[in-house]
């Protein structure tokens, strides 16, 4: 019973190789984001808007080591930039380009004289819809955006959108 159930997932696995065949090496995505920023303390929360931009280089058919940068601003000056690092899994390859990832690295805040940079991470993913053979639109990308500044945790989210370009030996 042990070999059969061993026969059918390898059958799977490689079967379903084709579903993870890489086109290109790098992706380059820019675009527009919202962060619904809630900074605790029983404050409200706030709605951010601004930009965001990632380099994916995919390590091979399904991995992607990817760096995601973003800046985010809203009322009196307040503004938040974003610098995380981490692994991509890229769920397929066709027209449609599901993916998710865990990202972590540093948050930068800054407003009227307050500044601090505190440890942040995303866990989210998203959706890239083919356009062209090297240019595709990120329908949307959704993250849980955790930081921790002034020793609260805020818990974010983030929604990106825009377009991804693709580069590198196909």
Avoid at 3 to 31: I, N, R, W
Avoid at 50 to 62: F, H, I, K, R, V
Avoid at 71 to 93: E, I, M, R, S, T
């Amino acid at each position: 019973m042990k070999k059969a159930s061993l026969l059918v997932l390898l059958l799977l696995v490689v079967g379903a190789t084709p579903m993870f065949a890489q086109d290109y090496k790098v992706d380059f995505f820019g675009g527009y984001s919202y962060l619904r920023a809630q900074p605790g303390f029983g404050l409200p929360g706030v709605d951010t808007s601004g930009w965001e931009a990632s380099l994916a280089y995919n390590w091979n058919d399904w991995l992607a080591l990817k760096a995601d940068v973003d800046g985010h601003y809203c009322c009196d000056g307040a503004k938040v930039h974003d610098f995380l690092f981490g692994p991509q899994v890229n769920l397929g390859h066709g027209s449609v380009r599901p993916y998710v990832h865990g990202l972590v690295g540093a948050s930068h805040g800054s407003q009227a004289g307050f500044s601090d940079t505190v440890l942040a991470f995303a866990l989210g993913g998203g959706l890239d819809v083919k356009l062209t053979d090297r240019i595709s639109w990120r329908l949307a990308q959704a993250d849980y955006f955790g930081t921790r500044y002034a020793d609260a945790t805020q818990n974010n989210f983030r929604l990106s959108t825009g377009l991804v370009f693709r580069f590198g030996e196909k």
